[in-house]
């Protein structure tokens, strides 16, 4: 029954403002063991900073501060990979889209059988040989420096907006749970993760990631294990799934707008997880910070593999919190007024009752954020002192160069910050407007690899060319889907059996149209999302299709341009890569047609002489 501590609230997002009645779900606060662990898990990434900051010395080098001196073990970097890509958003975000739309969201996964392995074979071993601390330097020797600093000028855009609503959200989550103030949770994670970055390189990122990994799957294996025994078990938990019609598994139809299907899954998500291993700075880092080649290789297929469990373990969780409120939905009953506030509420709903446990599983969002925070600020720490610095100042000493990116590291620490706080101040369409313009960016800059590394004949022009398509593509759909995208509604949600008062004239109003505010669990993804009326004209199929396949679009038009281009301003002097900028099997070919090619010219001149 309601109380006097319940409280009325204004839930705003971008089609009106509804009032509804919520439970003030802070009746139930962390008690002092919970800030206990909570603030022990955040000690252990500074303690870890400090750690390699000490052991390194006062003389560290920049390959020591950007590659850990070559010298990580590689399940370090395997959990380190897995960690870096799969944000706070997707701890929270990706429970919240399959309470919503049920459990066709781990399709994704398919991804993850095939994309490791191309990515080891065919992009590792060039980033290794060449020895390049950033993928901008392998941009600018494959082609130009022009090529290379647009690249560099959409990464770093689309990065610092990343980073920022990355510690926006796990503050977010702590405020709602804990009643601190939503500054004071951004300025604690923000800070925290500045001071160990900078401090400790990138060493000290990639085992606070293996902290930060092992946390996250502890966490997500605490939440399923608890709420199956609370609903009674897999069995209970299977039969309400499908009470609720979340029993559907696998769709099969090849239908590009359907939201999910084992073909988005299996191709569209691809161009998401290949750009996430060959595109980002972070990555290339962790590869090249390996022993061996092949350590690398294995790194980042096993990586990238882990990234598939962890996914797949936010699902279950998120099956677990719908079979749990599968008679209470917190969301139509009015305690709480979004999606993405579904899990910390289950945290504290289910968990209050055991000490410690909530300061637990709060703490792993904060692990989540701050694995993927670090290495993004490490790794655009990289491109400004392997990409800015050393071509500004090529001859300073390596010393003051290491202490200067240090320096910039702090600076684009505080400056992530300032970020964090603006999000606060954006409306929920914007901020997935922000996660799109990442989306966008990503499959241009896979375009432009694949040209550099599949496409001998790829010229700076070409590869200039297709960055620009492919980014005018994806500008063009994203906002052609906000004008005439036919929205895909959740899935049925019951408050049958609430025992809270629930003013139903009220929620009528709140519709699939607030449901869809919450963050998608995909790094880098399109959310499905539209402010005016659907659409289900023919004509606007183009702009209906599922986010899953944007990446692709953008890619695929990004190497189809380039290549034209290439060709079109180069057929009458047909030069040709380097063979250590081409992917191993390419390099090969080439080298044996060119072999071929001279082979038959030395005949051709015998034959001439006799």
């Given at each position: 029954?309601?109380?006097?501590a319940?409280?009325?609230?204004?839930?705003?997002?971008?089609?009106?403002?509804?009032r509804?009645?919520?439970?003030?779900?802070?009746?139930?606060?962390?008690?002092?063991?919970?800030?206990?662990?909570?603030a022990?898990?955040?000690?252990?990434?500074?303690?870890?900073?400090?750690?390699?900051?000490?052991?390194?010395?006062?003389?560290?080098?920049?390959?020591?501060?950007?590659?850990?001196?070559?010298d990580?073990?590689?399940?370090?970097?395997?959990?380190?990979?897995s960690?870096?890509?799969?944000?706070?958003?997707?701890?929270?975000?990706?429970?919240?889209?399959v309470?919503?739309?049920?459990?066709?969201?781990?399709?994704?996964?398919?991804?993850r059988?095939?994309?490791?392995?191309?990515?080891?074979?065919?992009?590792?071993?060039?980033?290794?040989?060449?020895?390049?601390?950033t993928?901008?330097?392998?941009?600018?020797?494959?082609?130009?420096?022009?090529?290379?600093?647009?690249?560099?000028?959409?990464?770093?855009?689309?990065?610092f907006?990343?980073?920022?609503?990355?510690?926006?959200?796990?503050?977010?989550?702590?405020?709602?749970?804990?009643?601190l103030?939503?500054q004071f949770?951004?300025?604690?994670?923000?800070l925290?993760?500045?001071?160990?970055?900078?401090?400790?390189?990138?060493?000290a990122?990639?085992?606070?990631?293996v902290?930060?990994?092992?946390?996250?799957?502890?966490?997500?294996?605490?939440?399923?294990?608890?709420?199956?025994?609370?609903?009674?078990?897999?069995a209970?938990?299977?039969?309400?799934?499908?009470?609720?019609?979340?029993?559907?598994?696998?769709?099969?139809?090849?239908?590009?707008t359907v939201?999910?299907?084992?073909?988005?899954?299996?191709?569209?998500?691809?161009?998401?997880?290949?750009?996430?291993?060959?595109?980002?700075?972070?990555?290339?880092?962790?590869?090249?910070?390996?022993?061996?080649?092949?350590?690398?290789?294995v790194?980042?297929?096993l990586?990238?593999?882990g990234?598939?469990?962890?996914?797949?373990?936010?699902?279950?969780?998120?099956?677990?919190?719908?079979?749990?409120?599968?008679?209470?939905?917190?969301?139509?009953?009015?305690?709480?007024?979004?999606?993405?506030?579904?899990?910390?509420?289950?945290?504290m709903?289910?968990?209050?009752?055991?000490?410690?446990?909530?300061?637990?599983?709060?703490?792993c969002?904060f692990?989540?954020?701050?694995?993927?925070?670090?290495?993004?600020?490490?790794?655009?720490?990289?491109?400004?002192?392997?990409?800015?610095?050393r071509?500004?100042?090529?001859?300073?000493?390596?010393?003051?160069?290491?202490?200067?990116?240090?320096l910039?590291?702090?600076?684009?620490?505080?400056?992530?910050?300032?970020?964090?706080?603006?999000?606060?101040?954006?409306?929920g369409?914007?901020?997935?407007?922000?996660?799109?313009?990442?989306?966008?960016?990503?499959?241009?800059?896979?375009?432009?690899i694949?040209?550099?590394?599949?496409f001998?004949?790829?010229?700076?022009?070409?590869?200039?060319?297709?960055?620009?398509?492919g980014?005018?593509?994806?500008?063009?759909?994203?906002?052609?889907?906000?004008v005439?995208?036919?929205?895909?509604?959740?899935?049925?949600?019951?408050?049958?059996?609430c025992?809270?008062?629930?003013?139903m004239?009220?929620?009528?109003?709140?519709?699939?149209?607030?449901?869809?505010?919450s963050?998608?669990?995909?790094?880098?993804?399109?959310?499905?999302?539209?402010?005016?009326?659907?659409?289900n004209?023919?004509s606007?199929?183009?702009?209906?299709?599922?986010?899953?396949?944007?990446?692709?679009?953008?890619?695929?038009?990004?190497?189809?341009?380039?290549?034209?281009?290439?060709?079109?301003?180069?057929?009458?002097?047909?030069?040709?890569?380097?063979?250590?900028?081409?992917?191993?099997?390419?390099?090969?070919?080439?080298a044996?047609?060119?072999?071929?090619?001279?082979?038959?010219?030395?005949?051709?001149?015998?034959?001439?002489?006799?």
């Open positions: 029954m309601t109380t006097a319940d409280c009325w609230s204004e839930v705003s997002d971008h089609i009106g403002r509804v509804i009645w919520q439970k003030n779900i802070m009746d139930d606060v962390l008690s002092a063991l919970d800030y206990v662990v909570i022990a898990m955040l000690l252990i990434s500074c303690g870890i900073g400090v750690f390699f900051a000490v052991r390194a010395g006062p003389k560290q080098t920049s390959n020591d501060y950007f590659l850990g001196s070559q990580v073990p590689v399940i370090a970097v395997v959990l380190s990979i960690a870096t890509i799969l944000t706070a958003v997707t701890f929270i975000g990706t429970p919240a889209e309470y919503l739309y049920g459990p066709t969201y781990g399709l994704t996964a398919l991804s059988i095939h994309v490791p392995i191309i990515t080891s074979i065919f992009f590792v071993p060039v980033y290794y040989r060449l020895k390049v601390v993928i901008y330097q392998y941009i600018g020797m494959r082609f130009n420096d022009t090529v290379r600093y647009a690249v560099i000028f959409i990464r770093i855009t689309s990065g907006l990343f980073m920022g609503v990355m510690m926006y959200a796990p503050a977010l989550a702590l405020s709602l749970a804990t009643g103030s939503l949770s951004i300025l604690s994670v923000g925290i993760c500045t001071f160990y970055t900078s401090i400790g390189g990138i060493k990122v990639i085992w606070t990631d902290f930060q990994a092992c946390a996250m799957l502890i966490g997500a294996v605490v939440m399923i294990v608890a709420g199956t025994v609370k609903i009674g078990g897999p209970e938990g299977w039969n309400r799934a499908v009470g609720g019609g979340r029993g559907e598994l696998v769709d099969f139809r090849a239908d590009l939201r999910f299907t084992i073909w988005s899954g299996a191709i569209g998500a691809s161009f998401i997880w290949l750009s996430n291993g060959v595109t980002r700075q972070e990555m290339v880092q962790r590869y090249n910070a390996c022993r061996t080649e092949r350590g690398a290789q790194a980042a297929c990586g990238l593999i990234t598939a469990v962890i996914e797949l373990l936010a699902v279950a969780v998120g099956m677990t919190i719908f079979a749990y409120y599968y008679t209470c939905d917190p969301l139509k009953s009015g305690r709480i007024g979004r999606p993405d506030q579904i899990v910390p509420f289950f945290i709903d289910i968990f209050t009752s055991y000490p410690g446990f909530p300061g637990l599983l709060i703490g969002v692990c989540a954020a701050l694995s993927s925070v670090s290495s993004a600020l490490n790794g655009v720490v990289a491109t400004a002192g392997q990409d800015v610095i071509k500004l100042k090529p001859g300073l000493s390596d010393f003051k160069y290491t202490s200067l990116a240090k910039i590291s702090f600076g684009f620490g505080i400056l992530n910050i300032m970020l964090a706080f603006l999000a606060t101040m954006l409306s369409g914007i901020l997935q407007t922000i996660f799109s313009i990442a989306g966008i960016t990503g499959g241009p800059i896979c375009g432009v694949i040209l550099g590394m599949f001998p004949r790829a010229n700076s022009m070409g590869a200039l060319s297709g960055l620009i398509g980014v005018a593509v994806g500008v063009i759909q994203y906002v052609g889907s906000q005439f995208s036919s929205r895909s509604p959740p899935l049925p949600l019951s408050i049958s059996e025992e809270i008062s629930v003013n004239t009220q929620l009528t109003s709140y519709t699939s149209d607030q449901y869809t505010t963050i998608t669990g995909i790094t880098g993804g399109f959310p499905s999302t539209s402010t005016l009326p659907p659409t004209s023919e606007h199929a183009f702009f209906r299709i599922s986010y899953l396949y944007l990446q692709a679009l953008t890619t695929i038009s990004c190497v189809l341009v380039g290549i034209a281009v290439s060709y079109a301003t180069s057929w009458n002097d047909p030069k040709v890569a380097d063979p250590k900028f081409l992917t191993p099997f390419i390099a090969r070919l080439y044996g047609s060119k072999n071929n090619h001279r082979r038959e010219n030395t005949e051709q001149m015998y034959l001439r002489k006799i």
